[in-house]
Nanobody
Framework: QVQLVESGGGLVQPGGSLRLSCAAS????????MTWYRQAPGKERELVATITSAGGSTNYADSMKGRFTISRDNAKNTVYLQMNSLKPEDTAVYYC?????????????WGQGTQVTVSS
C-alpha cells in the first residue's frame, strides 16, 4: 500500500521556520523524483520545490528561492522541506508528491497534506 505522510506543519510567526517531512512507503522511493506543492485557500496548487531521485538536483519556485530547502534521505524514505523566513503568504496546505516516468507511463502519488499557517 502506497503512503505519503506529511508532518511538521503548524502555526508560526512571520520570520519563523518550519521543517516539513514526508515519509514514504509502499513503493521504491529512491527511484522517484519528489516535489512539494502548496495550495492556499482560493488559489491553484503551485509547485514549491522538487528534487531528483538521487538528490543530485533541486529546483525551486522563484518566490521560495533562498528561503526554502528541499532534501531527501533515501535510506529513510523521507523528503524534507526546510522553510525559513516565513511570510504570511506562505500560509497553505503543503503536499508532497512522488513522480516517476517508467516505460512511458507516469506514476504519481500524493500525500494528504499538512497545514502551514504563518501569522502573528
Amino acid at each position: 500500500q502506497v503512503q505519503l505522510v506529511e508532518s511538521g506543519g503548524g502555526l508560526v510567526q512571520p520570520g519563523g521556520s518550519l521543517r516539513l517531512s514526508c515519509a514514504a512507503s509502499g513503493f521504491t522511493f529512491s527511484t522517484y523524483a519528489m516535489t512539494w506543492y502548496r495550495q492556499a485557500p482560493g488559489k491553484e496548487r503551485e509547485l514549491v520545490a522538487t528534487i531528483t531521485s538521487a538528490g543530485g538536483s533541486t529546483n525551486y519556485a522563484d518566490s521560495m528561492k533562498g528561503r526554502f530547502t528541499i532534501s531527501r534521505d533515501n535510506a529513510k524514505n523521507t523528503v524534507y522541506l526546510q522553510m525559513n523566513s516565513l511570510k504570511p503568504e506562505d500560509t497553505a496546505v503543503y503536499y508532497c508528491n512522488a513522480h516517476r516516468t517508467f516505460w512511458g507511463k507516469n506514476n504519481d502519488y500524493w500525500g494528504q497534506g499538512t497545514q502551514v499557517t504563518v501569522s502573528s
